[in-house]
C-alpha cells in the first residue's frame, strides 16, 4: 500500500507544479517568456501577492518549476488552465481510491488477506477455471466500486484502512469541495448551483485569492486560483499519508 500512496504523492506533486508553470506563463506570454526561459533558464519561477522580499507578502512556497522546465511542458500543450488541471488532480485521486480497493481486494482473494471489503454484487462464471473465476470477482467488484459516489468511495477506503479516526474534518471539507467544484465546472459550465452547495451543507464555496478570502454562492462563477490548488494538492498529499501510514 505504501507504494501506491508514494506514487500517487508523486503523482499530484508533478501535475500541480506544471499547474504552477502554466499559470505563470500564461500571464507572461508565451512571446515574453521565450526570452527569461532562454536567458535564466534554471531560475524558479515566482507566484505571490507581491515582491518576496517585502514583509506580509504571501508566496506560494512548494511545487515551483524553473522557467525552462515550464516552458518545454508549455510548448507541447498551450490550452492548460485550473480548471483542466483541477479535474486531473480529482481524476488522480479517484484513481488512487482504486488501486487502493483493488490492491486491499487481491490481497484477500489471492495472499489470505484481511481487510474488511464489503460485499460486492459480482458477476461469475459458475464454469468457469479457478482462475478465471477469482478474476471475474475481480472484475465485477472493482467495477461496482468505480460506480460508486465520491463520498462512497471515500467512506468505503477509510474502512478498509482501518483509517476513520486519522482523516481531519477540515482536509474531507477541502476534498468535497474541490470534487464539487470539479464537477460545477463540467456540468454546470463553472456555475454555483444551490444543490451542489446543499449537498456540501454549506452556504457558499470559497476560494483563496492570496491577500484574501471569497465567498462563492449559488448563481456566481466558481474559480481555482494557485492558492486554492496548492491548499487542494496539500490536503490529498495529506490524506494520503493519513490513509495509509
Given at each position: 500500500m505504501q507504494t501506491l500512496r508514494d506514487e500517487f504523492i508523486a503523482e499530484v506533486t508533478k501535475l500541480t507544479t506544471e499547474a504552477m508553470g502554466v499559470y505563470v506563463i500564461l500571464l507572461l506570454g508565451t512571446g515574453h517568456h521565450t526570452e527569461i526561459a532562454n536567458d535564466y533558464p534554471d531560475a524558479p519561477i515566482q507566484i505571490g501577492t507581491g515582491h518576496p522580499d517585502l514583509p506580509g507578502v504571501r508566496s506560494v512556497?512548494?511545487?515551483?518549476?524553473?522557467?525552462?522546465?515550464?516552458?518545454?511542458?508549455?510548448?507541447?500543450?498551450?490550452?492548460?488552465?485550473?480548471?483542466?488541471?483541477?479535474?486531473?488532480?480529482?481524476?488522480?485521486?479517484?484513481?488512487?481510491?482504486?488501486?487502493?480497493?483493488?490492491?486491499?481486494?487481491?490481497?484477500n482473494l489471492v495472499n489470505n488477506g484481511t481487510y474488511p471489503i464489503p460485499i460486492a454484487k459480482a458477476r461469475i462464471v459458475l464454469s468457469a477455471n479457478p482462475l478465471d473465476f477469482i478474476l471475474d470477482i475481480k472484475t465485477s467488484a472493482?467495477?461496482?466500486?468505480?460506480?460508486?459516489?465520491?463520498?462512497?468511495?471515500?467512506?468505503?477506503?477509510?474502512?478498509?484502512?482501518?483509517?476513520?479516526?486519522?482523516?481531519?474534518?477540515?482536509?474531507?471539507?477541502?476534498?468535497?469541495?474541490?470534487?464539487a467544484i470539479r464537477n460545477i465546472f463540467q456540468h454546470a459550465g463553472g456555475i454555483?448551483?444551490?444543490?451542489?452547495?446543499?449537498d456540501?451543507?454549506?452556504?457558499?464555496?470559497?476560494?483563496?485569492?492570496?491577500?484574501?478570502?471569497?465567498?462563492?454562492?449559488?448563481?456566481?462563477?466558481?474559480?481555482?486560483?494557485?492558492?486554492?490548488?496548492e491548499i487542494f494538492t496539500n490536503t490529498l498529499i495529506?490524506?494520503?499519508?493519513?490513509?495509509?501510514?
Open positions: 512556497k512548494n511545487y515551483i518549476p524553473t522557467h525552462k522546465e515550464i516552458h518545454t511542458k508549455l510548448t507541447g500543450n498551450r490550452e492548460l488552465i485550473f480548471e483542466l488541471f483541477l479535474s486531473q488532480l480529482v481524476q488522480k485521486w479517484f484513481d488512487f481510491l482504486n488501486r487502493i480497493y483493488e490492491k486491499a481486494l487481491n490481497e472493482c467495477r461496482e466500486f468505480d460506480f460508486l459516489n465520491s463520498k462512497e468511495k471515500m467512506k468505503t477506503i477509510i474502512n478498509i484502512l482501518g483509517a476513520k479516526q486519522r482523516i481531519s474534518h477540515s482536509d474531507k471539507l477541502i476534498l468535497n469541495e474541490n470534487i454555483v448551483d444551490k444543490k451542489s452547495l446543499d456540501l451543507g454549506i452556504q457558499s464555496l470559497q476560494s483563496d485569492e492570496g491577500r484574501k478570502i471569497i465567498n462563492i454562492k449559488a448563481g456566481d462563477q466558481a474559480i481555482r486560483t494557485a492558492y486554492d490548488i495529506n490524506i494520503a499519508k493519513s490513509l495509509i501510514l
